[in-house]
């Protein structure tokens, strides 16, 4: 009888963990079916750093869905916005820690021209096209290989094929997202695409951070610094217009640490436009770390660090408390933080903003670092 409970139980265990390597070191990388989407097969992957830390990650949309490290006390919890089913990921369309591509941020009137041709894309924000189109990269089911490397850090490489003019974009384009969670509690994300023809890229991670754990109120109590002396500024449709303004002696200023909420409901219509803070700060890119982001009840840290030109500060202004995640948890408005990192929205229709262009021979290739720790 016991022996049978045993087989059992040793089989169902199979079932759920294709994977499962608890390794010498004291990480482990396990996978477990998640679903299915567009006839494809979704996994959730958990890497546990040898700390004892955890980062889950599914192949829909190579989306982070869990990070839990500790606060000050040691009391763990996960600080990311995230959903405990895929058909609340499929159903719904926050970019909760999804990679966005091909075009994160937006695009005028969806279009741009490139070598005289003019390319139409999928609208899905007003008149605009928004994070690639209704179709992009967050929406769909990348291949994926779980690998230790050659330096024991846990990671998991998502693939994908964007084929020529997916979402009105030209070129094929090949897509490596890697992430790599280490000891030191650091998600190093690196992207790497190459293109056949002449195409525009802008490739980023959407997860929302709360540092007190995701769901537990808002982020306005959030201590922000950003090595950004300009900002760009937009217009009604969050489209920059195509100038730099400095931060000196606006709201914008977080080249030293403000908490989110001293300046956000100030009457500055750059504010007004956002609903608060979503805009795209240039980046100084003078310092190892970009952004530092501090709360001082848990004590937890997360340090950004970045070789792109700039990076999306979004509050979480569109949230209107509709969406929940892990445990039930309402997502508040304003109730995650994301750091974008990315090139300027709408640089394919702005000649002044650095080049989002990507031509074939020469691939894109990037890092962003989350880092956590506690003070
Ligand atoms: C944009 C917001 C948008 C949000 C959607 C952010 O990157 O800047 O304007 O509402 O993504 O999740």
């Given at each position: 009888m016991k022996g049978s409970y045993l087989l059992t139980t040793l089989v169902i265990a199979l079932m759920v963990f294709s994977c499962n390597q608890k390794t010498d070191e004291g990480y482990s990388m396990q996978k477990k079916v998640f679903g299915d989407y567009d006839g494809k097969e979704v996994v959730l992957i958990t890497l546990k750093n040898s700390e004892g830390n955890t980062?889950?990650?599914?192949?829909?949309?190579?989306?982070?869905?869990?990070?839990?490290?500790?606060?000050?006390?040691?009391?763990?919890?996960?600080?990311?916005?995230?959903?405990?089913?895929?058909?609340?990921?499929?159903?719904?369309d926050p970019y909760f820690g999804s990679v966005v591509g091909r075009y994160a941020n937006r695009i005028a009137k969806g279009k741009f021209i490139l070598d005289d041709i003019e390319y139409n894309l999928a609208i899905n924000n007003g008149m605009n096209t928004l994070h690639g189109g209704p179709g992009g990269w967050h929406s769909v089911?990348?291949?994926?290989?779980?690998?230790?490397?050659?330096?024991?850090?846990?990671s998991v490489i998502f693939r994908y094929h964007s084929p020529d003019m997916e979402e009105g974009y030209p070129g094929n384009m090949v897509i490596e997202v890697t992430y790599q969670w280490t000891d030191n509690n650091e998600i190093i994300i690196d992207y790497n695409c190459s293109t056949d023809k002449k195409t525009v890229l802008n490739?980023?991670?959407?997860?929302?951070?709360?540092?007190?754990?995701?769901?537990?109120?808002?982020?306005?109590?959030?201590?922000?610094?950003?090595?950004?002396?300009?900002?760009?500024?937009?217009?009604?449709?969050?489209?920059?217009?195509?100038?730099?303004?400095?931060?000196?002696?606006?709201?914008f200023d977080f080249t030293q640490s403000h908490i989110v909420g001293e300046r956000i409901e100030e009457d500055n219509e750059q504010l007004v436009l956002g609903g608060g803070y979503d805009?795209?700060?240039?980046?100084?890119?003078?310092?190892?770390?970009?952004?530092?982001?501090?709360?001082?009840?848990?004590?937890?840290?997360?340090?950004?660090i970045t070789d792109q030109p700039g990076v999306q500060l979004?509050?979480?202004?569109?949230?209107?408390?509709?969406?929940?995640?892990?445990?039930?948890?309402?997502?508040?408005?304003?109730?995650g933080l994301c750091l974008e990192t990315q090139h300027f929205p709408d640089s394919p229709n702005q000649s002044a903003f650095p080049s989002s262009v990507v031509e074939p021979g020469s691939p894109f290739k990037s890092r962003t670092v989350y880092r956590f720790s506690v003070k």
């Open positions: 980062l889950k990650l599914t192949n829909y949309g190579a989306t982070i869905v869990w990070i839990e490290v500790p606060d000050r006390d040691g009391n763990m919890e996960n600080i990311t916005f995230g959903y405990e089913t895929l058909d609340e990921y499929t159903n719904g089911v990348w291949d994926y290989e779980i690998t230790d490397n050659e330096e024991n850090i846990p490739i980023t991670n959407h997860a929302y951070f709360n540092l007190k754990g995701a769901g537990n109120g808002d982020i306005l109590d959030h201590e922000v610094t950003i090595l950004a002396s300009q900002f760009t500024p937009v217009d009604q449709d969050l489209i920059p217009f195509g100038e730099n303004i400095a931060v000196e002696g606006t709201p805009h795209n700060f240039v980046l100084d890119n003078v310092e190892e770390v970009d952004a530092i982001v501090y709360e001082p009840k848990s004590g937890r840290m997360m340090e950004m979004y509050c979480g202004n569109f949230l209107d408390g509709t969406e929940a995640g892990h445990g039930g948890k309402v997502y508040e408005h304003r109730g």
